[in-house]
């Protein structure tokens, strides 16, 4: 087949085009520029270092390289929403949008348009025919970031490290020589310096007045503060005010208020999901006993499934309006979308 893989410059990607080249496909690798943010500090991605890297794994390896300026693409679907959804009191996955949106939706235009079969990625997720699946490797399991992938983008993706776990990935990369074999793994996001989100922000809009008050359930006040997007549900520390312990349950953006509580799950079972992208048809799942997860690599807590809603039996901790939720039945993904309330 005619593959385009997404070359990030990291040992995974490197490894499943070597592998793909290996099996006799007509491979080709291309390396999304996304942004111009700090690009070079250890433990990010998207560097001027990451795309000689990719392009070193593609001479090596034989097969064409080209670079694709997606800059505006990442701006509007990925730092303008991330703006937006702190400014709205919620707290946004930025690395759902760039995997789910970015590396997909608009990378797949793009290898369509250079006559691709399939499209390919490193990411640790195993696909077949439209539908989701965890990695054989838990530990290194990526479909929570997934979730925003629509069926029919998945039937034309492959991704070829879905079997295997990192030890077995690096032994691919040392045995095809690989510039990539030891590169350590990016573990922040990648275009916020020191991730301070905050800052990011408050730079982003300069104008908006972010302060306000901290109140408690009743409506007392119980203190100040300088910004109201600095703050995460269920957050405890940092908060500033006396007594409690205290937690962030609710942010009212609108009056720049955060609403503390003595205890970090208040609220009902009931999760309001809003984007919701299903892997398998609703009717299938409505009333069975599955699996949930707010934060990736978050623990999976047993829930059911309904038109707009997740009912857990007993409330994850900390979860927060704005980031994702997923659903499992065993290893497979039925459902993921974005928790509204």
Not at 41 to 51: A, I, K, M, S, Y
Not at 124 to 138: K, M
Not at 195 to 222: C, E, R, W, Y
Not at 283 to 305: N, S
């Amino acid at each position: 087949m005619r593959i385009v893989v997404a070359m990030s410059g990291g040992v995974d990607s490197s490894v499943a085009a070597a592998l793909l080249k290996e099996q006799g496909h007509e491979v080709c690798g291309i390396h999304m520029r996304l942004h111009t943010g700090n690009r070079s500090t250890p433990g990010r991605c998207c560097g001027v270092e990451d795309l000689l890297d990719a392009k070193s794994v593609c001479d090596k390896i034989g097969i064409p390289f080209y670079m694709l300026n997606m800059q505006d693409v990442f701006k509007r679907t990925v730092i303008d929403d991330l703006v937006k959804e702190y400014l709205g009191g919620r707290t946004p996955n930025p690395c759902v949008q760039c995997n789910g949106v970015v590396k997909f939706q608009a990378f797949m235009q793009k290898a369509k348009e250079l006559g691709a079969d399939v499209i390919a990625t490193g990411h640790y997720a195993r696909t077949h025919d439209g539908r989701l699946f965890t990695s054989r490797d838990l530990a290194k399991d990526q479909s929570y970031f997934l979730h925003p992938v629509k069926p029919d983008v998945l039937r034309s993706t492959i991704f070829p490290l879905g079997e295997m776990d990192k030890n077995a990935v690096r032994q691919h990369a040392r045995r095809f020589g690989l510039v990539t074999a030891e590169k350590s793994e990016s573990m922040e996001v990648c275009f916020i310096s020191n991730d301070d989100h905050t800052s990011f922000v408050s730079d982003a809009v300069p104008d908006v007045d972010g302060t306000g008050q901290i109140l408690d359930k009743a409506g007392n006040v119980l203190g100040e503060h300088d910004c109201y997007w600095r703050f995460t549900i269920g957050q405890r520390k940092g908060l500033g005010i006396q007594g409690g312990p205290w937690y962030v349950i609710d942010i009212n953006a609108d009056k720049r208020q955060v609403i503390v509580d003595t205890s970090p799950t208040a609220g009902n079972l009931e999760v309001k999901v809003i984007k919701q992208n299903w892997f398998v048809p609703p009717e299938q799942l409505l009333g069975r006993k599955l699996k949930g997860r707010v934060r990736h690599k978050g623990a999976l807590a047993p829930c059911v499934v309904m038109p707009g809603l997740v009912v857990f039996e007993s409330l994850p901790r900390s979860i927060t309006p704005g980031q994702s939720i997923v659903v499992y039945d065993e290893d497979e993904v039925v459902m993921g979308g974005i928790i509204s309330r």
